[in-house]
């Protein structure tokens, strides 16, 4: 049976004004979600396109770096960003600039980073655990979004000890947030392991007024269509799966259609793929060093499986301009077919299970005592991305 065939053509996905003609979103991802990623997957395939992570205080600091990272390219028609903060003044300022100044058509909150300088200063996915303060949060940058969608994502929790998401996800439908995203890990497990898509069954269960979209685990079509028919859930968010296949959103989109067509590109298309995304992060920048550096890391997730030796691969990693990118491209034989499973299945760094850095004594209680309080503007710090 062939994986477009296991589902019916889904419906389109609403999340609050705003309907998406698959049930598909871009997960936010730091250093990679830019407008050139976010320009490549939307020319292969359809959904939401998500910003990488921004730091509300950076953004209403208006930092150079933060304002570049909202800004959209014209062909982005629904656009779409990603906030991180830990004060709801703070994150409520940035909203209201967002929407005051006409900047974004979708508006996400990160309540789900795992990374150490974000969990460390309560953020992301410790922040839950204070249920008022997330609450708070939610609040007050739902009533400051007024017509424009705001959604949240989650994880499961801080560790199994400390798991949070029915409750965040019920505190956030009583916000009257558009939809909720739980990618089924916790903070303690980073990316490891196997994704708990029971979970995301679980809160579709509980949580029956708001579009549920589940995370983790999505390196196919086929891993889509299964998570929606397992839990139930309204849509998914792709992340790491899409890492060098820019094209796992046209995949999605027939998939979700019903239709049976996987698109395997022989490398000579994984090359036009590279050097277009390097075209792009060249315009993005607007510098072509800085593009070419910045493409350098996709180097092995594009390649993954094909017959690529390693020191072309070193030299493309440390490539400089687009003219030695296409020198070392035309180098490759490029009518080398899809090499099948070897280009398949989970790319990115998966990391290992470890104790998540929190704020001190954060575990003791799910309050926020007068110190956590006095810090939170400080907790932010001043850098975009996460």
Known sequence: ?????????????????LELDVPVVLAPMAGITNTAFRRLCREYGAGLYVSEMIT?????????????????????????IQLYGVDPNTVREAVTMLVAEDRADHIDLNFGCPVPKVTRKGGGAALPWKLE???????????????????????????????????????????GVASIALHARTASEFYSGQADWPAIEKLKNTITGTPILGNGDIWSAADALRMVRETGCDGVVVGRGCLGRPWLFGDLAAAFRGEDVMFQPNLGQVAEAFRR????????????????????KHVAWYFKGYPVGGELRARMATVESLQSLDDLLGTLDWDQPYP????????????????????DKWLESRDIDGIQRSNLTEGEGDTSGG
């Open 1 to 17: 049976m062939s994986a477009s065939s296991t589902l019916s053509p889904a419906p389109r996905l609403a999340i609050g004004p």
């Open 277 to 296: 995304h390097a075209e792009l992060l060249v315009e993005f920048f607007e510098d072509e060093d800085r593009g070419c550096r910045d493409v350098r």
């Open 340 to 359: 099948g499973e070897g280009a398949e299945g989970p790319r990115g760094r998966a990391g290992t299970p470890k104790t998540p850095s929190l704020p």
């Open 133 to 175: 303060l997330f609450r708070q949060i939610v609040e007050g940058a739902v009533e400051a979004a007024g017509d424009i969608p705001l959604t949240v994502k989650m994880r499961k929790g801080i560790d199994p000890d400390h798991l949070t998401y029915l409750e965040a996800a019920k505190a956030a439908e009583g916000a």
């Open 56 to 80: 509300s205080r950076a953004l209403v600091e208006r930092t150079p770096e933060s304002m570049r990272l909202i800004t959209h390219h014209e062909s982005e028609t629904t656009r779409s």
